[in-house]
């Protein structure tokens, strides 16, 4: 029998906030046959379980709770009569864009005009990290105790502890501790927090939660249930500094390590990996170096804000829908794009230099009184804007516009001060 | 957690009697099950944790040996490639995946070449078929990159998921009427006149005529418990790296060091796994505890370098887990090396059938052992072929996700449950999961679920479908909170509702 064969336009490959955004604006670019595939049995991605507020300041001017910004979109979706496909998970893609998916209704098999991939992240995990000890239970990354916890009613802990202060990690403990559960601390090794400023004020310090620069986890205890960790402090090579070791009691250990933009599809459509994002290599269009297919959101590169997602994935969606339609005209030469010095990473990293781009970026460290000053081949000045301060749990987007990449062959965007 | 098809304690009851009970339900303790399950015997399996194969059965390389390692005559070379050869037969049985993708026992310089040779001697005396020494260029048509001077091939090593196997005979030996006691610590074991009593810590007390202690790494105890004191256990642990699948094409066959005396174990290597994953290890260091599976951030930055020189494309990102798992060695750490496998029927305890030092190679042997085991018994209770006696497992060998699209379509257009995916990095269905969940033996933890359906064991540990998995728990089999364990009884997942 085989799977079901189908020919859509634009195909877009998730349907948390980038996906959302994407397939909004591929249907309002001019894309008639839109649908998105989402595995999930609702719309909105991991935006389900963030019932915290804070998403849509940029976009809306208002604080939203996560459900609140997705289901902005979700109506959006429907009113423009957008088919999705829910519980369906793609099980592989290939360089032709055509997308092999599986739901409980069957097999299909789509050709598609153009692809959007939105897959988002998944958290980075106790093996990743190689957290030594023993695996008792009570160690879960921070998402997966937010799902257990927010989605499904479940308590993973009375007593915890949080390694990482990602953004997730930080919103949990605070989680934890409005449910009654008695946060031990947060430790990072990094001399300096992974989340947002606004994160370590509101989910910390606002709740007497200590935060412990510096200073990791060690090891695990404990062989059924975890019963304690050791915390140690570190030197500027991330070396545990010997005789600094704790020993802290709990029964739960959250994960906030890292997040992997999930491109395990991309790479089987032999899309090319950035290894500074783990995204896609995109161009101004957020074009992959497979023709047709797209990348946005977490899965290109992790955000800060979902509202900065979703301002790409508008991107992203546009262009698609360009391709699909076939008046995306074919670029003959790129400019590329590079980080310099103090800049972890640049996107996007090819240009064409015929349209304003906007830069989205990341600093190695934190720094203050600085500008980030975009430079060509020569050194001679593109851009240049001044920031007070500089964060790398903060991602920074510079619109460019094109009568300033005239005679541009290259570009270096670094930190000068 | 509650479903479970192996027998609950019965407190009060009659004491049941068995005519073979076997402690212990590791890979050996499961064949030896299951061999017995094709007479008219009463038999019982007790084990102390909530599932069969939790100890070192789950925790090794998955290797099946050739048998070119042992000395000629001994028991580890007789019962290797005896069991090996059985292995096929018994996985088609069993829908369980081999894969015979060959090793290369490699030298790397001049001084390791006798070494090679006295292996492929040995080999040849202990049976195994095939070997050859082979030049650089043969080599590398086996395994592109490898390097070395020459290496000793040895096509009789396969590859098998250690866990999947024994679950498999477990299975087998249940619907074949083998009652199973998990979660059931043997406390004392008493011999009073022709029957043996055995007692656990929650009270089951069971009686039989035959008392096979299959106990590994703990087997040391139980032969104390009958007033045997002549072996000690050395547990000796080996850590490993699991690596993403991604580098999984790397390898096509086995590559091994050529090995050095004294060692206990055989040396740092990678292994492919019949999944797909590598394996990085094992490391071997003497430990206290026979269940002390913790991993070391000194060993596991070893196996990390290791790593990194046999498989040089190899990235920290590649690697997704660590686990060590305890060998069950006879020989101390003065001593070193390996002693050959103790199996015997004690005259001094009639009835009483010891299986002590059950290391490598105790995957591969694990069929010929339950043979030998099976003889021995016939001499102490009468064996009658039961004419009901059903060999094969009614199940698809392998995952949905291993068959081709045209398969995968016919099967959901069948079963719809086929045409969900719950675990994303695995492809795992619902239908996988809920067959997992539903399996003859019971479910009590989620590590149950992992080794069965393979749930869990992806890049992500988890992340995306653990809480899809304790959706269904609790949506379609009316879990609560408090009833999910990782593994073993105290290892609670959760603490309760957050809000009543």
Same mark, same amino acid.
């Given at each position: 029998?085989?799977?079901?064969?189908?020919?859509?336009?634009?195909?877009?490959?998730?349907?948390?906030?980038?996906?959302?955004?994407?397939?909004?604006?591929?249907?309002?670019?001019?894309?008639?046959?839109?649908?998105?595939?989402?595995?999930?049995?609702?719309?909105?991605?991991?935006?389900?379980?963030?019932?915290?507020?804070?998403?849509?300041?940029?976009?809306?001017?208002?604080?939203?709770?996560?459900?609140?910004?997705?289901?902005?979109?979700?109506?959006?979706?429907?009113?423009?009569?957008?088919?999705?496909?829910?519980?369906?998970?793609?099980?592989?893609?290939?360089?032709?864009?055509?997308?092999?998916?599986?739901?409980?209704?069957?097999?299909?098999?789509?050709?598609?005009?153009?692809?959007?991939?939105?897959?988002?992240?998944?958290?980075?995990?106790?093996?990743?990290?190689?957290?030594?000890?023993?695996?008792?239970?009570?160690?879960?990354?921070?998402?997966?105790?937010?799902?257990?916890?927010?989605?499904?009613?479940?308590?993973?802990?009375?007593?915890?502890?949080?390694?990482?202060?990602?953004?997730?990690?930080?919103?949990?403990?605070?989680?934890?501790?409005?449910?009654?559960?008695?946060?031990?601390?947060?430790?990072?090794?990094?001399?300096?927090?992974?989340?947002?400023?606004?994160?370590?004020?509101?989910?910390?310090?606002?709740?007497?939660?200590?935060?412990?620069?510096?200073?990791?986890?060690?090891?695990?205890?404990?062989?059924?249930?975890?019963?304690?960790?050791?915390?140690?402090?570190?030197?500027?090579?991330?070396?545990?500094?010997?005789?600094?070791?704790?020993?802290?009691?709990?029964?739960?250990?959250?994960?906030?390590?890292?997040?992997?933009?999930?491109?395990?599809?991309?790479?089987?459509?032999?899309?090319?990996?950035?290894?500074?994002?783990?995204?896609?290599?995109?161009?101004?269009?957020?074009?992959?170096?497979?023709?047709?297919?797209?990348?946005?959101?977490?899965?290109?590169?992790?955000?800060?804000?979902?509202?900065?997602?979703?301002?790409?994935?508008?991107?992203?969606?546009?262009?698609?829908?360009?391709?699909?339609?076939?008046?995306?005209?074919?670029?003959?030469?790129?400019?590329?794009?590079?980080?310099?010095?103090?800049?972890?990473?640049?996107?996007?990293?090819?240009?064409?230099?015929?349209?304003?781009?906007?830069?989205?970026?990341?600093?190695?460290?934190?720094?203050?009184?600085?500008?980030?000053?975009?430079?060509?081949?020569?050194?001679?000045?593109?851009?240049?804007?001044?920031?007070?301060?500089?964060?790398?749990?903060?991602?920074?987007?510079?619109?460019?516009?094109?009568?300033?990449?005239?005679?541009?062959?290259?570009?270096?965007?670094?930190?000068?001060? | 957690?509650?479903?479970?098809?192996?027998?609950?304690?019965?407190?009060?009851?009659?004491?049941?009697?068995?005519?073979?009970?076997?402690?212990?339900?590791?890979?050996?303790?499961?064949?030896?099950?299951?061999?017995?399950?094709?007479?008219?015997?009463?038999?019982?399996?007790?084990?102390?944790?909530?599932?069969?194969?939790?100890?070192?059965?789950?925790?090794?390389?998955?290797?099946?040996?050739?048998?070119?390692?042992?000395?000629?005559?001994?028991?580890?070379?007789?019962?290797?490639?005896?069991?090996?050869?059985?292995?096929?037969?018994?996985?088609?049985?069993?829908?369980?995946?081999?894969?015979?993708?060959?090793?290369?026992?490699?030298?790397?310089?001049?001084?390791?070449?006798?070494? /090679?040779?006295? =292996?492929?001697?040995?080999?040849?005396?202990? *049976?195994?078929? @095939? +070997?050859? $020494?082979?030049?650089?260029?043969?080599?590398?048509?086996?395994?592109?990159?490898?390097?070395?001077?020459?290496?000793?091939?040895?096509?009789?090593?396969?590859?098998?998921?250690?866990?999947?196997?024994?679950?498999?005979?477990?299975?087998?030996?249940?619907?074949?009427?083998?009652?199973?006691?998990?979660?059931?610590?043997?406390?004392?074991?008493?011999?009073?006149?022709?029957?043996?009593?055995?007692?656990?810590?929650?009270?089951?007390?069971?009686?039989?005529?035959?008392?096979?202690?299959?106990?590994?790494?703990?087997?040391?105890?139980?032969?104390?418990?009958?007033?045997?004191?002549?072996?000690?256990?050395?547990?000796?642990?080996?850590?490993?790296?699991?690596?993403?699948?991604?580098?999984?094409?790397? /390898?096509?066959? =086995?590559?091994?060091?050529?090995?050095?005396? *004294?060692?206990? @174990? +055989?040396? $740092?290597?990678?292994?492919?796994?019949?999944?797909?994953?590598?394996?990085?290890?094992?490391?071997?260091?003497?430990?206290?505890?026979?269940?002390?599976?913790?991993?070391?951030?000194?060993?596991?930055?070893?196996?990390?370098?290791?790593?990194?020189?046999?498989?040089?494309?190899?990235?920290?990102?590649?690697?997704?887990?660590?686990?060590?798992?305890?060998?069950?060695?006879?020989?101390?750490?003065?001593?070193?090396?390996?002693?050959?496998?103790?199996?015997?029927?004690?005259?001094?305890?009639?009835?009483?059938?010891?299986?002590?030092?059950?290391?490598?190679?105790?995957?591969?042997?694990?069929?010929?052992?339950?043979?030998?085991?099976?003889?021995?018994?016939?001499?102490?209770?009468?064996?009658?072929?039961?004419?009901?006696?059903?060999?094969?497992?009614?199940?698809?060998?392998?995952?949905?996700?291993?068959?081709?699209?045209?398969?995968?379509?016919?099967?959901?257009?069948?079963?719809?449950?086929?045409?969900?995916?719950?675990?994303?990095?695995?492809?795992?269905?619902?239908?996988?999961?809920?067959?997992?969940?539903?399996?003859?033996?019971?479910?009590?933890?989620?590590?149950?679920?992992?080794?069965?359906?393979?749930?869990?064991?992806?890049?992500?540990?988890?992340?995306?479908?653990?809480?899809?998995?304790?959706?269904?728990?609790?949506?379609?089999?009316?879990?609560?909170?408090?009833?999910?364990?990782?593994?073993?009884?105290?290892?609670?997942?959760?603490?309760?509702?957050?809000?009543?």
């Amino acid at each position: 029998m085989g799977p079901k064969e189908l020919k859509k336009g634009v195909v877009v490959v998730g349907g948390g906030p980038a996906g959302l955004a994407a397939a909004v604006s591929a249907k309002a670019s001019g894309c008639d046959d839109v649908v998105i595939i989402e595995r999930g049995r609702m719309l909105g991605g991991i935006l389900n379980q963030c019932i915290h507020d804070g998403f849509g300041l940029h976009r809306f001017k208002e604080a939203l709770s996560g459900p609140e910004y997705a289901q902005r979109f979700i109506d959006q979706v429907q009113d423009l009569g957008i088919e999705t496909l829910l519980n369906t998970m793609v099980l592989s893609i290939n360089d032709s864009r055509e997308i092999l998916a599986s739901s409980r209704e069957g097999l299909f098999r789509i050709r598609a005009g153009a692809v959007v991939l939105a897959m988002g992240c998944r958290e980075r995990t106790a093996g990743a990290i190689f957290l030594p000890g023993t695996r008792p239970a009570g160690v879960y990354t921070a998402g997966v105790a937010q799902n257990l916890i927010n989605l499904q009613n479940i308590m993973v802990g009375e007593e915890a502890v949080i390694m990482g202060s990602g953004d997730i990690g930080l919103i949990m403990a605070r989680r934890l501790a409005l449910e009654g559960a008695s946060v031990k601390g947060v430790y990072e090794i990094l001399p300096y927090p992974s989340g947002l400023p606004r994160n370590i004020q509101q989910c910390l310090k606002d709740f007497g939660i200590p935060l412990h620069l510096s200073t990791t986890v060690v090891e695990l205890h404990g062989r059924a249930r975890l019963k304690g960790v050791t915390v140690a402090r570190v030197d500027e090579a991330r070396r545990v500094i010997q005789g600094t070791e704790s020993f802290i009691p709990c029964d739960t250990l959250l994960l906030s390590v890292g997040l992997i933009p999930e491109n395990e599809l991309s790479r089987e459509a032999g899309v090319a990996i950035e290894p500074l994002t783990g995204g896609a290599l995109v161009d101004d269009t957020l074009m992959t170096s497979v023709e047709g297919v797209f990348s946005c959101g977490n899965v290109l590169h992790v955000h800060d804000l979902v509202d900065h997602v979703s301002e790409e994935a508008d991107m992203a969606g546009h262009f698609a829908a360009r391709f699909a339609v076939g008046e995306m005209k074919p670029r003959d030469s790129y400019i590329p794009i590079a980080p310099g010095r103090g800049v972890r990473y640049v996107l996007p990293q090819k240009i064409s230099g015929e349209m304003d781009v906007v830069i989205s970026l990341r600093v190695a460290e934190p720094m203050e009184q600085k500008a980030i000053v975009g430079r060509d081949q020569n050194g001679r000045g593109i851009f240049r804007k001044k920031q007070v301060k500089l964060h790398p749990a903060v991602m920074m987007r510079i619109k460019v516009k094109k009568e300033k990449l005239q005679g541009v062959s290259s570009m270096e965007v670094g930190v000068e001060g | 957690m509650g479903n479970s098809g192996a027998k609950e304690t019965t407190s009060g009851s009659s004491t049941p009697q068995y005519d073979v009970v076997i402690i212990g339900a590791g890979v050996v303790g499961n064949a030896i099950a299951r061999e017995l399950s094709r007479y008219a015997l009463r038999i019982a399996v007790v084990e102390k944790e909530l599932d069969v194969g939790m100890g070192t059965s789950a925790r090794n390389s998955g290797v099946l040996h050739s048998g070119i390692h042992y000395k000629p005559g001994s028991l580890r070379a007789k019962l290797n490639v005896e069991g090996n050869s059985l292995m096929e037969g018994l996985c088609r049985e069993l829908k369980v995946k081999i894969q015979y993708i060959g090793k290369l026992t490699v030298a790397a310089e001049d001084e390791e070449m006798p070494t /090679l040779h006295a =292996l492929k001697e040995q080999g040849e005396a202990n *049976g195994v078929p @095939g +070997l050859e $020494i082979l030049d650089p260029e043969d080599m590398e048509k086996l395994q592109p990159g490898v390097r070395g001077l020459k290496a000793l091939f040895s096509p009789t090593t396969g590859i098998i998921c250690p866990y999947t196997f024994t679950i498999a005979l477990a299975e087998s030996a249940l619907l074949n009427g083998v009652d199973y006691f998990l979660g059931e610590e043997v406390r004392e074991v008493k011999r009073n006149g022709q029957k043996f009593t055995v007692r656990t810590r929650k009270g089951l007390g069971l009686v039989s005529k035959v008392l096979v202690n299959a106990a590994g790494v703990l087997s040391d105890k139980v032969c104390r418990m009958l007033g045997i004191n002549d072996y000690t256990i050395y547990p000796c642990r080996g850590e490993y790296l699991v690596l993403d699948k991604r580098l999984g094409h790397h /390898l096509s066959t =086995l590559v091994y060091p050529a090995p050095h005396k *004294g060692k206990a @174990g +055989l040396g $740092i290597h990678l292994t492919k796994t019949v999944d797909g994953n590598i394996l990085v290890g094992p490391s071997n260091e003497y430990v206290d505890g026979p269940e002390d599976w913790a991993t070391t951030s000194y060993i596991m930055g070893k196996l990390r370098e290791e790593g990194e020189k046999l498989l040089p494309s190899l990235t920290t990102s590649d690697i997704i887990r660590s686990f060590s798992g305890i060998r069950a060695k006879q020989a101390p750490p003065e001593e070193g090396g390996f002693r050959d496998f103790v199996i015997e029927s004690r005259t001094d305890v009639p009835g009483f059938v010891n299986l002590v030092g059950i290391e490598s190679p105790g995957l591969t042997s694990s069929p010929a052992i339950a043979r030998m085991v099976r003889d021995m018994v016939s001499a102490l209770v009468p064996l009658r072929e039961k004419p009901e006696f059903k060999p094969e497992l009614d199940r698809m060998t392998g995952y949905f996700h291993e068959l081709s699209a045209e398969e995968q379509a016919d099967l959901v257009a069948k079963d719809r449950d086929y045409g969900e995916i719950v675990c994303r990095c695995e492809q795992i269905t619902r239908k996988e999961v809920l067959e997992a969940i539903e399996n003859p033996l019971g479910v009590k933890s989620v590590t149950a679920l992992k080794f069965r359906a393979r749930v869990m064991m992806g890049r992500c540990q988890g992340g995306f479908c653990l809480p899809k998995i304790v959706r269904i728990l609790q949506e379609d089999f009316g879990y609560r909170p408090e009833d999910f364990f990782l593994y073993r009884e105290g290892s609670h997942l959760f603490t309760g509702r957050v809000r009543s």
